[in-house]
């Protein structure tokens, strides 16, 4: 079964850093790219960006750059998604998903359950 | 780059049919693919390409394509199918981005 599992909530304070995690199993890692989403509350879906753990290629959404870095560890299957200095605004669900596509499509499956990140003064 | 636009909110009666839309120039070039997010859940794939839906999704949901605008459809809505629906393509300007639509509340009556 393929399966993306992400690490657990997390209470943090404006200013701090934070690295949340996506495991992947039940495929080869590095043959897919890796999408990360995020849901303000009450909010939509917003694309943050992808990374492809075969060389690290990165793609960031424009209104995101330099406020975010992913990376990968394919020694373990593993997405991550890293602030140096969050601020109140980051508080989100943030969503990890497998993509897959076509020259004419492109579909995010299967997402990780969410971590829920809370950003405090 | 481009957007996609949604109507936030559509109702519709328990066992009739329902459309929701998606508008955006990214879709003249890429199909849309629609997402279905209940509340508390991660989003689920409904529809993908032209017309697929992944394995366990009711043959109730359609996608359709015309234009600059993608539709869902819903023949025969039941309770479980209130939820929110996003639409998503990849952005015609640089097709390494990726866009949802802001997102409908589908409330079945």
């Known amino acids: 079964e393929v399966q993306l599992v992400q690490s657990g909530a997390e209470v943090k304070k404006t200013g701090e850093s934070l690295k949340i995690s996506c495991k992947a199993s039940?495929?080869?890692?590095?043959?897919?790219?890796i999408a990360w989403v995020r849901q303000m509350p009450g909010k939509g879906l917003e694309w943050m960006g992808v990374?492809?753990?075969?060389?690290?290629?990165?793609r960031y959404s424009p209104s995101l750059q330099g406020q975010v870095t992913m990376s990968v560890d394919k020694s373990i299957s593993t997405a991550y998604l890293q602030w140096s200095s969050l601020k109140a605004s980051d508080t989100a669900m943030y969503y990890c998903a497998r993509q897959q596509g076509t020259m004419t499509t492109v579909w995010f499956d299967p997402w990780g359950q969410g971590t829920l990140v809370t950003v405090s003064s | 780059s481009s957007e996609l636009t949604q109507d936030p909110a559509v109702s519709v009666t328990l066992g009739q049919r329902v459309r929701i839309t998606c508008q955006g120039d990214?879709?003249?070039?890429?199909?849309a693919t629609w997402y279905q997010q209940k509340p508390g859940q991660a989003p689920v794939v409904v529809i993908y390409g032209k017309n697929n839906r992944p394995s366990g999704i009711p043959d109730r949901f359609s996608g359709s394509s015309s234009g600059n605008t993608a539709s869902l459809t819903i023949t025969g809505a039941q309770a479980e199918d209130e939820a929110d629906y996003y639409c998503n393509s990849r952005d015609s300007t640089d097709n390494h981005l990726k866009l949802f639509g802001g997102g409908t509340k589908l409330t079945v009556l």
């Open positions: 990214s879709l003249t070039n890429y199909y």
């Open positions: 039940g495929y080869t890692f590095k043959n897919y790219w």
């Open positions: 990374i492809y753990p075969g060389d690290s290629d990165t």
